[in-house]
């Protein structure tokens, strides 16, 4: 829509280009037409003060000026001159007419053209208020989305926080549950591409620097991380075990009630999420247990 509107604002320059070249030619020819016109009464005077009888025909029986130049034109004695101030009356009198006729046929395609173009810019602001509206209601919706998205992780932030001081009290299920309490220290961290420290993680660097916290060095690569430890049946997770998706393309940690830690994807921030999400949940592939 604004690739038309430019088209029609660089067709409209052009018209009112060639419209100030016709004015201006118009103007001169007008000049010319006059001074022709002038030359032409001096000379049908010099022919009237003459006396002569065929002369005093042309002039005196002339209806009009066009009559007058026909009549001229065909009275044998004039001169060469006579003849050329009359062709010079009448080309600048057709010019003239030509131009005339065609400033008003280029007037009327730049009033076609000014409303198309205002049409058009019209058509152009609306759109652009369309989608500032459009912008402001999404922009809402996420701002919506996030806080309910925080006040969630905020909740299950709570529970696992609960259930990890539980587990502590007296029921730990797994020798490294203690990663759980370091991996939560790390919520709400940006997701950063091969990023392994608390400036940002992606999956197999969070779960390599949380383990590095306890003393176990892992690989920073989730599928070569799923060759360590032993492997652990879903119905026996415990809070520290690892937990791989998408074809060992992704990795987190188990913090127990069917949720896991992890560093999702860009854009997005290290996180609680459930295994029973569709996602995660098809695309399950194992756990390990260090």
Not at 81 to 101: H, P, S, W
Not at 211 to 225: E, F, I, K, R, T
């Amino acid at each position: 829509m604004i690739e038309s509107y430019n088209s029609a604002q660089i067709k409209l320059d052009s018209i009112e280009a060639d419209l100030r070249v016709n004015e201006n030619r118009l103007a001169v020819a007008k000049a010319n037409y006059k001074q022709a016109e002038a030359t032409l009464s001096a000379r049908l005077v010099t022919l009237y003060t003459s006396g002569e009888e065929s002369t005093l025909e042309v002039l005196l029986g002339s209806s009009s000026l066009d009559d007058l130049l026909d009549r001229v034109d065909t009275v044998n004695r004039l001169s060469d001159q006579d003849t050329r101030i009359v062709n010079e009356v009448r080309a600048f009198r057709t010019e003239i007419k030509e131009r005339e006729a065609k400033l008003t046929i280029a007037r009327s395609e730049q009033e076609r053209v000014v409303a198309e173009r205002a049409a058009k810019r019209d058509s152009i602001r609306n759109q652009l208020a369309e989608r500032q509206r459009l912008l402001g209601s999404i922009k809402d919706q996420i701002a919506k989305m996030q806080a309910a998205e925080q006040a969630a992780q905020q909740r299950l932030a709570n529970q696992a926080e609960t259930r990890v001081s539980n587990d502590f009290g007296g029921n730990p299920a797994g020798h490294y549950s203690g990663v759980v309490g370091v991996a939560m220290q790390y919520l709400g961290v940006p997701y950063v591409w091969g990023g392994a420290s608390p400036s940002g993680f992606d999956c197999s660097g969070l779960t390599m620097y949380v383990y590095a916290q306890v003393g176990v060095s892992l690989p920073h690569n989730a599928a070569m991380q799923y060759s360590y430890g032993s492997a652990v049946s879903r119905e026996s997770l415990a809070p520290g075990d690892l937990v791989f998706f998408n074809g060992l393309g992704h990795v987190g940690i188990y913090i127990g009630g069917g949720q896991f830690i992890h560093a999702p994807h860009t854009g997005d921030v290290v996180k609680i999420s459930s295994l029973s999400e569709s996602w995660y949940a098809s695309t399950y592939v194992g756990a390990r247990r260090l």
